[in-house]
């Protein structure tokens, strides 16, 4: 189960992050070329050296169970912190711990942005992205009854556990993502709604390391450094 929400969280931030830096393809529609103007645009435009913070909810469907969950993510850069269903990963760009509370463990690992592990550790998309997704376009709809601006990503070859992935923002001067879907080699498919979506001033990396010492004595931590 655990695998299961690590897997979520990291799906929503690759697509969410897969929006940074954009590497579009030169296949692109009419529809799709309208986008570098568009909302697609502008929410690049703001999000490029901010640090970003949102509540997401999911809900994973394999066609026989439906798992659902919520949480937070914050990332800048090759630092970030997601917390959800009880699991909590922090990352300084160095470190990486992960830590299940109701299990009383904690797994400290090393950090390299040379050899990126995108569903491990999905904020090094940001800097990443041409090697993970290409825009493909971008297309007025409706969902859910209200307008919305759909943008399609088309999975690289190396990201075979996702056969594609949709983000939707909202038609505003100021677009922000509302909606992501994503599916996965296996069918399943992945709908997260995203919401107090916010932009602030990057901070130092510090603000992303974990305190180790906060942890009680029955703690078992596993140290793969």
């Not at 699991?87 to 904690?106: F, I, M, P, Q, S």
Request: aromatic share 10%.
């Amino acid at each position: 189960m655990l695998e299961y929400r690590h897997f979520a969280v990291a799906a929503l931030t690759l697509a969410l992050s897969s929006a940074v830096f954009p590497a579009l393809s030169p296949a692109l529609s009419s529809a799709s070329a309208s986008a570098e103007s568009g909302a697609f645009s502008r929410f690049i435009d703001g999000i490029v050296s901010s640090k970003v913070s949102f509540d997401y909810s999911y809900v994973l469907d394999n066609g026989k169970v439906k798992i659902t969950g919520e949480g937070n993510v914050v990332f800048q850069g090759d630092s970030f912190v997601m917390k959800g269903d009880g699991l909590e990963v922090y990352c300084d760009g160095t470190d990486k711990w992960t830590v299940d509370r109701n299990a009383g463990e904690a797994v400290a690992e090393s950090f390299d942005p040379g050899r990126p592990d995108y569903l491990a550790n999905p904020a090094l998309i940001v800097g990443n992205v041409g090697e993970a997704f290409s825009a493909m376009s971008e297309t007025d709809v409706v969902r859910n009854g209200k307008p919305a601006v759909k943008v399609a990503l088309k999975p690289a070859e190396g990201m075979r556990q996702v056969t594609s992935a949709s983000l939707y923002f909202s038609p505003s001067a100021d677009p922000v993502p509302v909606a992501a879907e994503i599916e996965l080699s296996d069918g399943s498919v992945l709908e997260l709604s995203i919401s107090s979506f916010s932009l602030s001033a990057m901070s130092g990396d510090s603000a992303f390391r974990f305190d180790p010492s906060g942890l009680t004595e029955d703690f078992v931590i596993t140290d793969l450094r």
